[in-house]
Each structure stands twice: as C-alpha cells, then as structure tokens.
C-alpha cells in the first residue's frame, strides 16, 4: 500500500508527508541530534503539526525517515520480506505523527498504537490481495 493511500484511509488525503530512507549512519545522527540517542534506529518521524514551525505547516504532515539498513536487518531477524517491514516502517512512522506514542505513555496508549499498526497492516495486506 502506498503512503498516499495509507494518508486517504487515516482521513489525511489532503496532507503531504516527506519520505527519506536513508542509512544507519545518517538516522544515527538525526537520532542523537535530535532525540539524544546515538545510536542508529529504524524510523524517525519529525511533525510538522506541533512545535515552533506548526503555524507554517500548510498541509504537510512531516517527515518520516527510515534506515534501509535496519529495515534489511529487521526483515532477516523477523523473516518477512523487506517490502513489508518498510511499509511497517511507513505505519509507524506515520501513526507518530497522527499523535500516536509507545515510549513513556501508558500502556492503554502502547495497545491503542499497536491496535492501529495492526489494523493498518492488515488492510495492507488485504488491499494488496485484491490487486492481484
């Protein structure tokens, strides 16, 4: 499923949203500029909708940056093909910035989160299904 057609099913299809995928090295830095962490991870999500630049916005929802390399690492270690950990990348990424935590939150907001992800997938999954 494609990320216009994961915004037109969150209600977000008038929104834009910006798509890095990069390397470790480079979401390692974001990382700890940006999140104190240095260390690299797998996705990253930078709203647009909150802080100082909010007002300016105009539409676009922000940005998700995923590390190819994790999503390769990720894809092994969970046996799925790495078109489908991007994509849960692409949800994560996405449901962060629509509001959605699971890091020191309570444990309804984890499930909420996590609920989310699953339903998102499983239209995934479903959409691509019939397009065959």
């Known amino acids: 499923m494609t990320a216009r057609k994961l915004l037109s099913v969150l209600g977000c299809e008038e ?6 995928v990069t390397d470790d090295r480079e979401i390692r830095q ?32 922000g940005d998700i940056v995923i590390s190819q390399e994790t999503a390769v690492r990720q894809a092994l270690e969970y046996e799925v093909s790495l078109a489908d950990e991007m994509q849960r990348l ?13 890091e020191n939150v309570p444990e309804e907001e984890v499930r909420r989160m996590e609920e989310k992800e699953e339903e998102l997938r499983l239209l995934c999954c479903s959409e691509e299904c019939s397009e065959e």
């Open 90 to 102: 692409l949800i994560h990424g996405l449901l962060h910035l629509l509001g959605y935590d699971h």
């Open 30 to 61: 974001l990382n700890n500029d940006y999140r104190g962490k240095d260390k690299p991870t797998d996705v990253l999500s930078f709203s647009l909708d909150e802080g100082e630049f909010s007002l300016y916005s105009q539409g676009h929802l």
């Open 15 to 20: 929104r834009e949203l910006s798509i890095l």
